[in-house]
């Protein structure tokens, strides 16, 4: 038994086994670094900006006034003048109570006595203009049939007036005012370039016309 162990060894030699090195071990993947996320923070709305105007244009034209209108409210009549209320009226409607003023005896369209009438209700454009008359910057009524260089000035009782709207702060009694408020009239006609003024009678007075030529004189 032991000669033929010897024998197959001779036949067949045995082989040196070499022995597998064990697999090297794999490095692990490097950590990926990840920067934290940023909370997003709230932001105000973008508000845009005017355009600036390049140096040297011209500033933008300051905007026109508004209309300036006024309402006299004829109310007192007699044989010697007529006296009312005048009022300037707001774009949106309302009124405001300015003066009083007083003119020549109301009289009907048919009869007018140079200088002692009052002009014809209506509404007339009011400018500001030199008076030769007067020599000064004053108001003037525009377009009166029948009558010519009808200003707006101060004055007391109708010796002081020749159709003109005599113009002031205090009724004094049926024949009087007094307390000019020429200057309102022409600084504020100024501002506004132009103005108008509807001439009437007050709510719920009716107008008396004096038919006798000699009053008034």
């Given at each position: 038994m032991g000669l033929f162990l010897k024998l197959l060894r001779a036949l067949f030699p045995a082989k040196d086994v070499v022995?597998?090195?064990?697999?090297?071990?794999?490095?692990?993947?490097?950590?990926?670094?990840?920067?934290?996320?940023?909370?997003?923070?709230?932001?105000q709305p973008q508000v845009a900006q005017p355009a600036q105007a390049p140096a040297g244009t011209p500033a933008a034209p300051a905007p026109k006034p508004t209309a300036l209108r006024f309402k006299l409210e004829r109310q007192i009549f007699n044989d010697k003048c007529t006296i009312g209320k005048i009022w300037r009226i707001h774009p949106d409607g309302s009124r405001e109570y300015v003066c009083w003023c007083l003119e020549d005896v109301l009289r009907p369209e048919d009869i007018k006595v140079k200088h002692k009438t009052a002009i014809p209700a209506g509404t007339y454009k009011i400018v500001v203009n030199m008076s030769n008359r007067f020599d000064r910057l004053m108001c003037e009524l525009l377009a009166v049939v029948g009558f010519g260089g009808v200003r707006i000035h101060g004055g007391n009782n109708a010796a002081n007036t020749s159709g003109c709207l005599l113009v002031a702060k205090n009724f004094v009694d049926n024949n009087t005012i007094q307390g000019s408020m020429e200057k309102y009239f022409t600084d504020i006609v100024t501002k506004f370039k132009t103005a108008e003024i509807e001439i009437g009678y007050a709510a719920g007075v009716t107008p008396v016309y004096q038919t006798d030529i000699n009053t008034g004189l």
């Open positions: 022995p597998t090195p064990a697999p090297a071990s794999v490095p692990a993947a490097p950590a990926v670094l990840t920067e934290p996320k940023e909370t997003p923070v709230a932001t």
